[in-house]
């Protein structure tokens, strides 16, 4: 309750560097499959062209960019948090590291599942990848309610329409992604489709304010 | 047209995470090829001196220097479009994300070039060379347009002659990086020039007043 | 005494910069295991499922958590300490370097663990694990030292509870992992025991007043 | 001369986007080399004790704790200038950018020398060693005097004392590398001797008032 009142610019500023570490380690996270994207050598070519080699290596491609595409959702969805959270306490700092945690182990996921699809083991890597999203819906959900139950952590102006659009958008993520996580042992293609359509879900807006006058313009 | 009003310090707040965030991507992704500059081992020599060993890894040198001067360049440009941008909204961050994923490659294509050139596959080099800057050039593009049509996201007081500045030189971009492409199947070394010379046109200052006022120093 | 009541505004921004530096670092340190965390590729498997090869993998799994939560409580007691640093000068810059330093290799010695245990040289990797702990708490406490007496680099409204609860959760640490270090030799269950029971205590807020409006919400 | 004059908090805003990119992108080039630091694996290990694999990898330590207090020591002096420096322009951009490709260099020559010291070609690594810091010292020169003839990007009320230390101590820099440089043809260790006594006076504060104040307290 006091702590909302006292010295509004440390608040600022305590979220600033939160925002900052956290954008830190989610470019890295980010740019880490680039590591994996390599140049077929010369020597490596074999009888093959190089078009062939690079056209062979579509797993990696399709790795890199479903990875980065994913974790740049989840920085729009942190970022878009922060734009009603104005203050953090320890339990926070706490909480936000393990998300991040949870985001930086998305290249591994992607890329378990790019090596064995339309493999014998493809269910098994659809639901690792599944997997990892159920505990980062999870995640963002405990962040989400530890700072805006009770409007502990938000601002005192705070955009209420937004944040009751993230309080509804997050609520069925985790559920939906054991849905997804299920269904990987009857049908890969499934599985790995409803993430991906959740991907896009929380790629959406929602209906804020901000969002529909852009839409308007 | 609201959007534009209210809260100017929170907009100013938006766009630093924003220009955070794409500083540590584009951070990360200029220092990634010096992980290939790697350091030939005594036992790996042979008979060759160390002087040797070392000027013939210049493809390698060249690739790290040509990635981080081109990526540096990317820099400046994102850096000169938010002295005029000072609002964001959603899909601004998403083209920002897709700008950031192909700027993140080009150590890539870079490498590729480097590995075949003089090879007979440096055509096959030189088109996904110069293909993946058509890609980066029309991104830039769009994020432009999205962000200045109707000055949309751009400042009440913005400079309006950089603005101006900065759609006369991105209109012709994607174009001659086409024209690259084409060139690649019939001269690898007028391909990757057009390229170079895109690179210090796009280092250019423009006609921007600072730059006048600088120079006239 | 005078460099205190210098431009104040200066002085932030100087901290500031500290802060964005260290955050880099912390955020490259704490993802580097990620690079670890292999796909198993199909030709890798053996006879073997692709659920027991990534089983097998667990002590990299480990290793990642560990490293992770332990930089993250690091960074989360680094950021607690300039809620009440405000000034900046130049040694302190040099020692929050020496303590980066050794932060970034906290991935190493706990790699190490993850290797050597149950195996017969556990004990050597234990004591290069905790010995690392030393040197780390060491810094902790000569950046806080040096920062502290007096109040020099202090901001001239700190809130004092938090400093003086600071001097007392660092004093007994570096005694305390010598401690581990010994036990080494003996336990290597005792010793990496403590090292956990270490950073469990170093998570905790301590009793600052902010901790306390938090809990009592 | 106008520039200077034009939008104060636009400038500040200007260079505190310089600053946070120069600090990811230095924050990287620090910690690479820690990718290099691996561990022995069970099955490396042959006869010898984990102990003695350790210390048999002492080079690796060694490189890797001179180069990231190289580049430490090259951050705190991009870092001070910038307590100066308070303006940017776009050849501003473009000669940081030139310095930060260098900075980022400097773990491949470090390594090169760990690797060969003691060997037949260590002349030629402890030259390219201090070639390296030629072109490093030339380009702290540029960017200075860029930045400080005739206060072109200084701020208006700034420390003269400490711009007038800058310049004192950046002077002799280059020509003193020249002579590490000529050196390493006679003498290895003199060579790289002068270039780590030039590192430690490089990370003097030199005489600046701040220094003196804290010095004094």
Do not use: E, F, Y
């Given at each position: 309750m006091v702590a909302k009142f006292d010295s509004s610019p440390e608040a600022e500023k305590e979220t600033a560097r939160i925002e900052a570490f956290s954008d830190g380690v989610i470019a890295i996270a980010i740019t880490l499959?680039?590591?994996?994207?390599k140049v077929p050598t010369a020597q490596e070519l074999g009888g093959a062209s190089l078009m062939r080699a690079l056209l062979r290596q579509w797993p990696i491609y399709f790795a890199f960019v479903t990875s980065f595409l994913t974790i740049l959702i989840m920085w729009v969805n942190h970022h878009r948090m922060f734009r009603v959270i104005k203050y953090s306490d320890h339990w926070f700092l706490i909480i936000n590291g393990l998300l991040l945690m949870s985001i930086t182990l998305v290249p591994f996921p992607t890329a378990l599942l790019a090596e064995y699809i339309g493999h014998a083991y493809a269910p098994t890597a659809a639901a690792v990848y599944s997997g990892s999203f159920i505990l980062i819906a999870i995640l963002f959900n405990v962040m989400w309610r530890y700072a805006s139950r009770g409007g502990r952590l938000l601002g005192a102006q705070h955009d209420r329409e937004l944040a009751a659009t993230i309080t509804k958008q997050y609520r069925f993520g985790p559920l939906l992604y054991v849905a997804a996580f299920a269904l990987a042992f009857f049908s890969v293609a499934a599985s790995v489709g409803l993430c991906m359509a959740l991907a896009v879900f929380f790629a959406l807006p929602g209906t804020t304010k901000r969002a529909r006058v852009t839409a308007q313009h």
């Open positions: 499959l680039v590591l994996d994207v």
